[in-house]
Each structure stands twice: as C-alpha cells, then as structure tokens.
C-alpha cells in the first residue's frame, strides 16, 4: 500500500511578504524607538505606529 503525504490545513506557513512585512515593521518600530531616545514604555505606541506606516505604504502601492 503506498503512503501519501498530505500537508495539514491546520498550519499555515507564514508567508515570504508577510515574514518581510513583519520584519520591516520591527525594524521601523525599533527606529521609532530610537528617534525617542531609548525610552522605555513607548513599545505599543511605536508597534502601533509602525505598522500603521508600513501597511500604508504597502496598500498605496498595490492600488496604484
């Protein structure tokens, strides 16, 4: 009898643009958080922010 392999529908692999989105928002948020001097407790505020950036970027370039 021959096995077949099949993949699990229950996991997804993140996905090469998503793993780049998400990388250039940490590096963004990291910026954001250097630009404000080191301070500590902005995280969110920065995360926020440079998501918000990022995603913008990204969506005004595929409407275009």
Not at 35 to 41: I, T
Not at 46 to 56: D, T, Y
Request: proline share 3%; charged share 30%; net charge negative.
């Amino acid at each position: 009898m021959a096995h077949t392999h099949k993949k699990s529908e229950a996991v997804q692999p993140v996905q090469p643009n998503q793993a780049r989105l998400q990388e250039e928002i940490q590096t963004l948020a990291y910026e954001l958080y250097c630009q404000c001097g080191h301070e500590h407790g902005h995280d969110l505020e920065h995360w926020v922010e440079a998501e918000r950036r990022v995603l913008e970027r990204v969506e005004g370039r595929s409407t275009r």
